[in-house]
């Protein structure tokens, strides 16, 4: 660890994410790539670092992005979502 609090692989995935790909297949061909990792691993390891304070610290533009991300695609699943129970009257 640096002094920002992350480690190499954090880092790592930080600098990738900030690159832009065309293809999300491509994307995934550059993890196992350049990484050595699988997509999942990728993406589990970049999840943990969207809520972290030192990632905010480190690129406050990118996990500021990836925040707003993860805000509507989560408001886009509560849209989609069919109700399972109606309000009573």
């Known amino acids: 660890m640096d002094g920002d609090g992350l480690d190499d692989a954090q880092r790592a995935v930080l600098a990738f994410e900030s690159r832009a790909f065309p293809d999300p297949a491509r994307k995934a061909d550059a993890i196992r790539a350049e ?53 009573l009257p």
């Open 35 to 87: 990484l050595g990792w699988s997509a999942a691993r990728y993406y589990r390891l970049l999840g943990t670092l969207v809520d972290s304070p030192a990632a905010l610290r480190h690129d406050p533009m990118l996990i500021g992005r990836l925040q707003r991300q993860r805000a509507a695609r989560v408001a886009a699943r509560e849209r989609r979502s069919i109700p399972t129970a109606r309000p």
